[in-house]
């Protein structure tokens, strides 16, 4: 007989199971953190919504809790620690101590985006690179990596590891991390950092650490966000820059918001439990293809 803990479909289900879990969703109020939230909520985890958007957060939070979950909203700003720190108090106190962090914090803002690279790119219009602003540049890098990863993590993963009993932290990432997109310097800059600061706090949390915290990452490929939505469409028609990411994505489509729900749920549990360090790509072969 295999001395595998694998016996029945009941022992699988459970490797997914996060029932008695506490998840934070940073940036939840979004349609991307929405879903993953949504995930988490159904895989059996308590969840709270933070985001600097109170009536975002309460509005997903309320969502949550109409489907019969547990769920608490949070206001916090992800770039400041000590906000972080006070958004971690209170869900300890309303749900317990956090298990899954989920950084789905940041964005991108005109200023720190390039003019159209052609002359029909239907885009709104930027500066060329040597008339960016350095200081969009940093609040787009802040918000992305210090807000977007490096802060929440120092928090919450601090309390994860003293805790001694494990955890699990996701960043998310972007398709301009590995490769580098058009116009969106600042973005895709603070997302290539992200990758490599998922790797390092992985090791460093397994190595130098060893408290059974995992850290890993899921890297979206083009999905219609608030944010995104006016450079990719034009009502019922594509932009160009659409019509482009169409024809690079084998798929032929965008992705769906629940389409990250698996790739969440399986980092967050057991199912993952030796995966440490990972970027995973979710974006309908965009990553895989050279374009020939």
Not at 209 to 222: D, L, M, S, Y
Not at 271 to 291: E, L, M, Q, R
Request: hydrophobic fraction near 45%; include cysteine; glycine fraction near 12%.
């Amino acid at each position: 007989m295999s001395d595998s803990p694998l016996q029945s479909p009941d022992d699988l289900r459970r490797l997914f199971n996060l029932d008695g879990r506490v998840a934070v969703v940073i940036g939840g109020g979004g349609v991307l953190g929405r879903a993953i939230a949504r995930g988490l909520g159904l895989a059996g985890a308590s969840v709270a919504i933070a985001g600097r958007t109170e009536a975002k957060a309460t509005e997903a939070a309320e969502e949550l809790k109409a489907m019969g979950m547990r769920s608490l909203a949070v206001r916090v700003d992800a770039r400041d620690a000590s906000d972080l720190e006070a958004c971690a108090d209170a869900i300890e106190a309303e749900l317990g101590p956090v298990d899954v962090l989920v950084n789905c914090a940041g964005g991108n803002i005109p200023a720190a985006t390039t003019a159209a690279t052609t002359a029909t790119d239907a885009a709104p219009p930027g500066p060329s690179f040597g008339d960016l602003s350095a200081e969009a540049l940093r609040e787009v890098v802040d918000l992305n990596l210090f807000g977007g990863a490096i802060l929440p993590s120092q928090v919450f993963g601090a309390r994860m590891a003293r805790r001694g009993e494990g955890g699990s932290i996701i960043n998310i990432s972007s398709m301009a991390a590995a490769r580098p997109l058009t116009r969106v310097v600042g973005y895709g800059v603070a997302k290539a950092a992200v990758d490599n600061f998922t790797r390092w706090l992985a090791v460093h949390l397994a190595m130098d650490q060893a408290n059974g915290v995992r850290v890993n990452a899921i890297a979206p490929g083009f999905f219609i966000t608030e944010q995104n939505q006016d450079l990719l469409t034009n009502g019922d028609e594509l932009t160009e820059r659409g019509e482009a990411i169409i024809a690079h994505t084998p798929m032929g489509r965008f992705g769906e918001p629940d389409e990250l729900i698996g790739a969440a749920l399986w980092l967050a549990s057991d199912a993952s439990a030796f995966v440490t360090g990972a970027v995973i790509p979710v974006d309908g072969g965009f990553s895989a293809y050279s374009g020939v």
